[in-house]
């Protein structure tokens, strides 16, 4: 037994040799193996993880990028209205008509965005660079197009493109009554309307206008709103009410003749431009059958003032409102001929 137990126990202790010896190696090898695959797994497993969080980074900061220059410009046509406003405000403060508007314009603008591209590189680490590089008029006598260059930069995201935006003149002061009268005397305006005193009467008549006092204490539109009256040969509907009611609110039609907005910032008349008019109503009177200079504003303030006869377009307690209009032209673009 005694030996048994020996022979056992030497059995033993060879096959724990056994396992030590010689396959020992190749036991650490195996798991040395199984070490390193799990590892390179857990690389592998870690690197995919960390790859798809960079993806997600890029999706987000690529958004982010795009949802801040989209909204740089949608403020785009902001600021380039608050730029048309603030120098029609300049023209008349100061009343002197701007040289250049649309030069005036573009350096205003372009200040501007010097300012907003600060902004933007202070808050979002965006490098903007950006300027007007044009404002174009078009068939809309109201409105314009204004077009900039914008270049910006993000680490690996970028934007190169020209935006044009449409801005309005709707709302903005005409400065041309104050132009051509400020030389006059008693020229003056509120919130919606110049009153003309004498100055108009004293401009037409040193411009060689007969019935010139006609237009004495004379009124029209200060502000630019467009008539909605359209086609505008109804103005003469209902007995004259919807003239009434255009006079009353002081709108402004779109004409061939008459100036645009930029160019009546420069003191204009009228230009080349497809423009718009507006009408001066000289004041209330219960005379009738009389003539003289017609009464749109780019006749009235232009090198070629011609006449217009007497438009009666409403009666209240013997008084006549009245419109001088040229037979041929004003009268029948507004559906006025059997006034
Ligand atoms: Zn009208
Ligand atoms: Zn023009």
């Not at 690197?47 to 982010?64: F, P, Y």
């Not at 005036?104 to 903007?128: G, H, S, W």
């Not at 003309?196 to 010139?212: A, M, Q, R």
């Not at 709103?225 to 609110?249: L, T």
Request: proline share 3%; hydrophobic share 30%; charged share 25%.
């Amino acid at each position: 037994m005694k030996i048994k137990r020996k022979i056992k126990k030497n059995n033993e202790k060879n096959s724990i040799n056994f396992l030590r010896d010689e396959d020992g190696n190749f036991s650490i090898m195996i798991s040395a193996l199984l070490l390193i695959g799990f590892l390179m797994l857990s690389i592998i497993v870690l690197n995919t993880a960390i790859e798809n969080g960079n993806e997600e980074n890029e999706i987000i900061s690529s958004n982010s990028f795009q949802y801040i220059m989209n909204d740089y410009i949608r403020n785009l046509p902001l600021l380039e209205r608050e730029a048309l406003e603030e120098l029609s405000e300049d023209v008349i403060k100061n009343e002197r008509p701007s040289l250049d508007s649309k030069s005036d314009l573009k350096d205003r603008i372009d200040e501007k965005l010097i300012e907003k591209n600060q902004e933007y590189y202070d808050n979002y680490n965006i490098l903007i660079n950006s300027s007007l590089i044009s404002i174009e008029n078009t068939t809309n006598p109201f409105s314009y197009k204004f077009k900039a260059h914008i270049a910006s930069v993000k680490g690996d995201y970028s934007f190169d493109n020209i935006v044009s935006s449409d801005v309005d003149c709707i709302n903005l002061r005409d400065p041309v009554p104050l132009l051509f009268c400020k030389g006059y005397h008693g020229l003056s305006w509120n919130d919606t309307s110049y009153n003309y005193g004498n100055s108009l009467s004293e401009f037409l008549k040193s411009n060689g206008v007969e019935n010139y006092s006609f237009y004495e204490n004379a009124s029209s539109p200060l502000i630019v709103r467009k008539c909605p009256y359209d086609p505008y040969v109804h103005h003469g509907d209902d007995d004259g009410k919807i003239m009434k009611n255009c006079r009353d609110n002081g709108y402004y039609h779109e004409s061939r003749d008459g100036a645009c907005y930029l160019c009546r910032l420069e003191g204009k008349g009228g230009c080349e431009h497809y423009g718009f008019e507006t009408f001066i109503n000289p004041k209330r009177t219960n005379e009738t059958g009389r003539v003289s200079a017609c009464g749109s504003d780019h006749v009235i303030f232009s090198d070629d003032i011609y006449p217009g006869v007497e438009v009666i377009y409403n009666s209240e307690d013997g008084l006549n409102e009245i419109l001088y209009l040229d037979p041929h032209g004003h009268k029948v673009k507004y559906g006025m001929s059997d006034f």
